[in-house]
């Protein structure tokens, strides 16, 4: 086990890249296939959505400038919390820079460490400052060497640690940026399991351990309460450790806690996430995982005895075929990806729920969500199968036909009627059109093997010993 954990993030890359290799000589037909989209149309699939992203910045630029987002259709800016953190700002610094952006990238990084301010008194999600703020300035600190953006982290890092102080260990949902009180104290796994990756990374940057060992508390001590099959639920009281919601799931409020099991091992060498991963996925297979004929389909379950309890599925746990990729699993990913994509074209457009049974819509929103996305981006880097080309293209030509507005890019508030409503988060910038993007341009624009991302799709690199 020493030796292992010593070099536990360079095995894991090995059995990544043979597997990544296999997956490649058994799909050498397809790989040959390549030539239905060669060089050249890649080149413009890329040069079209790097076009379309600068739609959407130009407007952020216009009407929403030093805010935390544009509201599209009434084209004026919108806080969080009543004044700017900067998110869109911050959440698209690395896109621009992977983009090749350079003036726009200059005047972002300039106007983040000249203006974004923490110390304000309010209660924010830790869980969404944590992916999209903190992620961010790891992510532009280690693209661009602006070691201010790296003191920005710490800063943000140190008025989140009050978050953790709980009787489990587990972080209370909201912290006050100024005073470090807390409230909420029902939290979900996702919210409490989604931050190793940023912590861990700050620790390792700052040589502050108390940030990779708190976010990694508050991950075991989720473990530590799973039920007897495995599975874990959807909400739990952090001051009692009790679970209040036992449905078990891959969607919403649960999701990225087990995405964070896997990069936690892979961009750590951490052993006790491997382990936390093999169980939790284990146990996710087998009572999760549904067979609906040749499909295969990740619905409900009640935690405590694994018997299903709903057959939904949704844009959030199509995150999924990525994570399975990530971790070797490529004939559940493309599997799974094959039914993410048929509720993709069920409505011409993703939409956030579906009763993969019956087909029926449960939830019509579309708020410009990128977890499928990534998913293709990840299977084609590793089966490099034109098939999935093909597929983004499909559904970028879907995303620009009924998102875009005159001057930005609009959610839906139905998939059916197409109808907009007047938002577009900042993960816009930071997910969906940098998947795109990184589908179709070359491997050189960001080595995939280099960088793990953060479940807001901010890369980053492993530069500590």
């Known amino acids: 086990m020493r030796v292992f954990r010593m070099r536990g993030f360079r095995t894991a890359i090995l059995l990544l890249s043979i597997t990544a290799w296999a997956a490649g000589q058994v799909g050498a037909a397809a790989a040959q296939k390549s030539a239905a989209m060669g060089s050249r149309e890649r080149a413009r699939m890329a040069g079209r959505v790097r076009s379309e992203f600068l739609h959407a910045w130009r407007g952020y630029r216009k009407y929403a400038w030093g805010h935390d987002d544009l509201r599209p ?89 009050p978050a953790f102080e709980s009787p489990t260990g587990i972080p209370y949902r909201y912290v006050n940026l100024k005073t470090g009180r807390v409230r909420g104290s029902v939290t979900n796994p996702a919210e409490a399991g989604t931050l190793l990756v940023e912590f861990g990374t700050l620790a390792r940057l700052t040589g502050r351990q108390v940030f990779y060992d708190k976010a990694k508390r508050a991950l075991v001590e989720l473990y530590r309460r799973r039920s007897p099959v495995g599975l874990v639920g959807q909400r739990i009281d952090v001051e009692t450790g009790r679970w209040t919601h ?34 939790s996925v284990a146990a996710a297979n087998k009572y999760l995982a549904d067979e609906v004929g040749t499909e295969l389909w990740y619905g409900h379950a009640d935690m405590w005895t694994g018997r299903r309890a709903a057959t939904t599925y949704g844009a959030l746990d199509a995150f999924v075929p990525a994570v399975l990729a990530l971790s070797g699993d490529t004939g559940r990913a493309r599997r799974l990806q094959a039914s993410s994509f048929k509720m993709w074209n069920r409505h011409g457009i993703e939409l956030e729920e579906i009763n993969y049974r019956t087909m029926e819509v449960g939830d019509a929103g579309y708020p410009l969500r990128p977890e499928i996305v990534e998913s293709t981006y990840y299977l084609y880097h590793f089966t490099r199968d034109p098939e999935y080309l093909r597929m983004g293209e499909s559904m970028f030509d879907d995303f620009v036909k009924h998102c875009k507005t005159d001057e930005a890019y609009a959610s839906l508030k139905s998939v059916v009627t197409k109808e907009k409503a007047d938002s577009m988060e900042s993960f ?35 530069t500590w010993r």
Not at 255 to 279: A, I, T
Not at 443 to 449: H, T
């Open 246 to 279: 036992t449905d078990s799931h891959l969607s919403a409020e649960i999701d990225s806690y087990y995405e964070y099991l896997l990069k936690g091992w892979l961009l750590f060498g951490d052993g006790d996430c491997r382990r936390m991963w093999r169980e």
């Open 73 to 161: 259709l009434s084209k004026a800016p919108h806080d969080w919390y009543g004044q700017t953190l900067l998110l869109t700002q911050v959440d698209a610094l690395d896109t621009l820079v992977i983009m090749g952006l350079r003036a726009e990238a200059e005047e972002t990084r300039a106007y983040i460490v000249a203006n974004l301010s923490l110390d304000r008194d309010v209660y924010v999600k830790n869980f969404e400052i944590v992916i999209r703020l903190l992620g961010g300035l790891l992510s532009g600190y280690q693209l661009t060497g602006d070691r201010r953006l790296l003191a920005l982290a710490e800063d943000l890092g140190a008025r989140l640690l």
């Open 428 to 462: 816009l910038f930071a997910e969906t059109f940098k998947y795109f993007y990184l589908l179709f341009a070359p491997p050189s624009a960001l080595p995939f093997e280099q960088v793990i991302f953060n479940t807001e799709a901010h890369p980053v690199r492993r």
